[in-house]
Every structure is written in C-alpha cells, then in structure tokens.
C-alpha cells in the first residue's frame, strides 16, 4: 500500500523558514515524479513545486520560485520542500503526491498518490 507522510509543518513568522517533508513508501520512488500543493478552505488546492524522478527537472509556481526550493533523496524514498521568505499568504495545507510518469508535471489531475497534508501557519 501506497503511503504519503508530509511532516515538518507548523506555525512560523512572516519572513521565516520551515523545511517539510514527504516520506513515501509502497512505490518505486526513484520512478516517481513528486509534487507539492497547498489549500486553503477559500481556494482550490494549487500547485507549488514538482521536481522530476531524477533530480534533473524542477518546476514552480510563480509565488513560490525563488524563496521555495524542491529535492529530493531517492536512498531515502523522501522528498523536501524548503521555503524561506514566508509571506502569510504561503498560510495552507501542504500535500505531497507521486507521479509514475516520472515528470515534473503542475497538474494536480496527473498524480496518482496523495498524502494527508500538514499545516503550515504563517503569521504577520
């Protein structure tokens, strides 16, 4: 069976960091591409950050390139997602999934896997 765990979530002051992660297990992990999005309750789940089963391919969402990083170990079956700079607008439930295509895709329709999310709270 197919698990997802995000952790590293929690409540953090505008301009700070927090570094999450997304251990999986149950899948060939170096085959998958994995990604993150973010809800809110006002908005539908967004896009994020995706990063390719290789390393080689990262992609981000316009707010996030350039304060959020992706990696990704595949000795580890874990993928990360570093974000400085926090604005309280980041404020959401940030999931990770997998994608057995293997490519950095932004969709979220294309992922096969979801985790349960953590919260990450951005105050002003």
């Known amino acids: 069976q197919v698990q997802l765990v995000e952790s590293g979530g929690g409540l953090v002051q505008a301009g700070g960091s927090l570094r999450l992660s997304c251990a999986a297990s149950?899948?060939?992990?170096?085959?998958?591409?994995m990604g993150w999005f973010r809800q809110t309750p006002r908005k539908e789940r967004e896009f994020v950050a995706a990063?390719?089963?290789?390393?080689?391919?990262?992609t981000f969402t316009d707010s996030t390139r350039g304060r959020f990083t992706i990696a990704r170990d595949n000795a580890k079956n874990t993928v990360y997602l570093e974000m400085s700079s926090l604005k309280p607008e980041d404020t959401a439930v940030y999931y990770c999934a997998a994608d057995h295509f293997g490519r950095a895709y932004r969709e979220s329709w294309r992922y096969d896997y979801w985790g349960q999310g953590t919260q990450v709270t951005v105050n002003s």
């Open positions: 990063i390719s089963w290789s390393g080689g391919d990262t």
């Open positions: 149950g899948l060939t992990f170096s085959s998958y591409a």
